[in-house]
């Protein structure tokens, strides 16, 4: 059914994925996870609230702009804390199945005129909360959003 999801910890005992419908109910599902990782990964209430919100613009990217809402389509998120003793560092991988674009056709979300526009915004968005920030085609279809926040006494 809708709500069929993949959940697995994967075969890193640091890793854990979720692979699920298009559906924005989903995105529901993803916050409750992020916000359980970002516990585990030792954030405070507000560093993960900030995480979690870059978690989900990225995950509703992929959702609505990445796969269309077609439910035929996967996002796939996968969370990793490294090391797996007191981390010190969380990763979050967000892919979609979509058409993905060609870089060079893209808006410069930094342009005036684009900074309002939902992906451009988005990307700022996730850009100030998370350390690094990379997006990039997956081979035969789909971007990846990788989003790394570095965890531990830093601050």
């Not at 059914?1 to 075969?11: I, K, N, Q």
């Not at 056709?105 to 920030?133: C, H, Q, Y």
Request: charged share 25%; hydrophobic share 35%.
């Amino acid at each position: 059914g809708m709500l069929d999801v993949d959940y697995a910890m994967t075969s890193s005992p640091n890793t854990i994925r979720i692979e699920c419908p298009s559906h924005v109910d989903m995105l529901d599902v993803i916050q409750i996870l992020s916000d359980h990782v970002g516990r585990l990964g030792g954030l405070d209430e507000d560093s993960g609230h900030w995480v979690g919100v870059a978690i989900q613009e990225a995950a509703a990217n992929a959702v609505k702009h990445g796969n269309q809402e077609d439910q035929s389509k996967r996002v796939t998120v996968e969370f990793t804390l490294e090391p797996l003793t007191n981390p010190t560092q969380m990763t979050v991988r967000i892919c979609d199945e979509g058409e993905g674009f060609d870089p060079v056709e893209v808006d410069d979300p930094l342009a005036p005129e684009n900074l309002l526009k939902e992906s451009g915004r988005g990307i700022l968005f996730m850009r100030n909360f998370m350390d690094e920030v990379d997006l990039k085609r997956i081979p035969g279809g789909g971007m990846e959003v990788r989003l790394v926040k570095k965890l531990g006494s830093s601050e």
